[in-house]
């Protein structure tokens, strides 16, 4: 019954923070624009579009992977029924000049909102900022850019990953050692995500020792190779948080190949749903759970917001910043997350 | 002067992709897709430029994208973090470049590897190289720093030709970026170089038959790594566009131009057997690539196609190159009885 109760909780606490993240698009579309005729209550802005417009958008991801995928789906989710949108998915191939070239493409064919998942903050800056010039309004997803654009749309990358620390320090009853598989350096998100673990353990767990972290590139077969190395120096291990889920499914790998994945304790990031099946089978321990497809939906409804209402990029007095809401999704509230929820 | 009918052939290819695109991609013959076209490809162009030295050498340069990386880091570094002016930077930055490229040439030379092998083996102690030097690792706050020295920065300027000459109250012009004209200016001083210079004379002799070069009295194992110093230069003035174009530089800054380079310079003529192409073919085949990729993307087709479209150009122009090189030997052999 207690586990009921707290399932019902969490899975409560889940649908009010994604309704609260609805209502901050929706307030952060509705807010940030500059100049509202105060006798009208109207914004202050060029008349909409003709009704029979077409409106182009499209997303440069990063490159391929389950996140972005998700994004896109959860875009077109909503982009797709309004059949006003031509809608298109282009691939940044993991460097920056194809992203800024793709951008330049797009501010060409006049598109009417990007969204971005930059490769860097500053490099897509001078995009952005050109992008802007031609009216054009810019979402960027995950990771922010220096130059302010409409609307920056990212999970709770820092918090999260404290909590993640907090979590998985309970289960490790706040003793032992730890290894980090981590992301190539030089990305926020990797920063953002190791920070919050590192000083979230720190905070909450201070027995528990971080002895190794290790770059295994995003990668599931990468992160076995390397935690089989961390183990030749640390028989002994006990927890491996995978700065991404990817990395982590990784680390049960190995631990069910060494017959100890019910000693170690292991913990991802992101929620995808291969780590989701991994913790209902028992074998994954957790993962910081967000729902990528709501936050694709919730970019593309601010993009059809500033798209029909006919806003150009110049009217924002300051750009909206949207932190996707989170759980910590381990074997006791997994099931909280509804089949539709899962990417 | 006579024109190649290799030359001729690519020449034709491009106009033709060019008219293609033109009709049938949307937006495509637009002043604003040409001014997108020279600022994202005239960096290739200097690279692909750079790549031809050591294929004409009858070598390869496989660590031009972590020199662009190197060079991007030490630019990074200098201003960012040592605060040094960027006038200061820049010949810096060229010899960085310079230098990496020698580097590559001396093991050519001296340790006698193969041009793939010593390549490849500077493209992973460069890139790592770019890790341990990185300023975005070593100084908090940088990651998310834009440089901004004018010395540096300045590189990415646009003209407006159109109307300072008054074309463009006639016609949509487009603003030319500065890197056009740097692109443009490495074009006239390479090809003069490797054309009008005892230098360039004794490269292509090298690369056409190196021993008969060494017994001809030349500096063989000079020549060669002078073509990697060139290709090393080449990455140091395209990691300057870059820096400039994106205000900063990334680990990964450069990662896989290798062969988009290198694609150019074979789609534009420079063969693998050493000793045949001039600068034209390596500038003509990176702005093919270019519209290729900018058109395909334009009329909406999916990116794994333009890559397979791309990689089919290339393996046309490699079996082109292939088809030369058999028929000047047959001709090479046919000369010979008959001088016998």
Sequence with gaps: MTDSNETSNGRRDFLKGAALGTAAVAGAAGGLFAGIDPRTGNLAMPQARAQDMRYKMAFIQWQPHTVPAAWSKGIEDVLGPQQIVDYELLDGQNKVEVQASLMDTLINQGASVIFLQPIDSVALAPSIAKAKRSGISVITLNIDATEPHASHVEMNHYFGAMDIARVMGDAMGGQGKVAILNAPPGIIIRDQRTNGFVEGMAEHHPGIEIVADQVADWDRKKAQDVLNTILAANPDLKGVYGVNDSMALGAVDVAKEKGTIGDMVIFGNDGEVAALESIEAGELTGTQYTDVYQQGRLAAAAATVLATGGVPATAFAQQSHLLMPYIIATRDNVGSIQPAQRW | ?340
């Design chain 2, 1 to 340: 002067m006579r024109i190649p009918r290799a030359t001729l052939a690519l020449l034709f290819f491009f106009a033709g992709t060019a008219v293609f695109f033109s009709v049938s991609a949307p937006r495509f013959a637009t002043a604003t897709n040409v001014e997108n076209l020279m600022s994202g490809f005239s960096f290739v162009a200097i690279l692909a430029m750079g790549q031809a030295f050591p294929i004409l050498v009858r070598g390869i340069d496989l660590s031009i994208g972590a020199i662009v990386a190197v060079v991007g880091m030490v630019v990074f570094d200098l201003t960012l973090i040592f605060h040094v002016p960027g006038y200061l930077i820049l010949p810096m930055a060229l010899l960085t470049g310079i230098l990496a490229g020698a580097v590559n040439g001396m093991l050519v030379v001296f340790l006698r590897l193969q041009p793939f092998i010593a390549t490849l083996a500077t493209l992973a102690a460069y890139r790592g190289l770019v890790y341990s030097i990185s300023g975005r690792q070593l100084v908090e706050g940088l990651t998310t720093t834009a440089i901004t020295d004018r010395w540096i920065v300045g590189i990415e300027t646009y003209y407006d030709i159109g109307g300072w000459t008054g074309i463009s109250q006639f016609m949509q012009m487009p603003w030319f970026p500065l890197s056009f004209f740097l692109m443009l200016g490495v074009f006239v001083v390479l090809q003069t170089v490797l054309l009008a210079t005892r230098f360039g004379r004794d490269l292509r002799a090298v690369g056409g038959n190196h021993e008969a070069a060494r017994l001809a009295g030349i500096n063989t194992g000079g020549i060669v790594i002078s073509a990697y110093a060139t290709s090393g230069l080449c990455a140091a003035i395209a990691a300057l566009i870059m820096v400039a174009r994106f205000t900063t530089s990334t680990e990964a800054l450069g990662t896989g131009m290798e062969l988009t380079a290198i694609a150019a310079a074979v789609i534009g003529g420079v063969s693998f057997a050493g000793g045949i192409g001039s600068m034209f073919g390596p500038v003509v085949g990176a702005f093919l690539l270019g519209i290729v990729l900018l058109g395909l993307t334009l009329q909406g087709v999916e990116q794994f196609v333009q890559q397979i479209i791309t990689g089919a150009i290339l393996l046309a122009a490699v079996s082109y190159d292939r088809i030369l090189v058999v028929r000047r030997r047959r001709r090479l052999a046919a000369d010979l009885v008959a001088a016998s």
